[in-house]
């Protein structure tokens, strides 16, 4: 897993089988793949930042 925090908002990256245990305290804004494994991007649904409206688009 990696995360980085913007102001207030916490997005974490974490493998397909961790996103699942994720689910319900994250929202899922992207996908992300590096070599054969692949990454599900989540931003923290009680940001402030974000009041579970705005999404950032993370490109491959």
Known sequence: MMARKFG???IVAVS???AI???DNFDI???L???KENFIAMSH???ELTGGKR???IKN
Do not use: A
Request: hydrophobic share 20%; glycine share 10%.
């Open 8 to 10: 207030k908002q916490l």
């Open 16 to 18: 397909e089988k961790d």
């Open 29 to 31: 804004i992207g996908m």
């Open 45 to 47: 649904t009680k940001s």
């Open 55 to 57: 999404r950032y688009r």
């Open 33 to 35: 793949s590096y070599g």
């Open 21 to 23: 245990k994720l689910k």
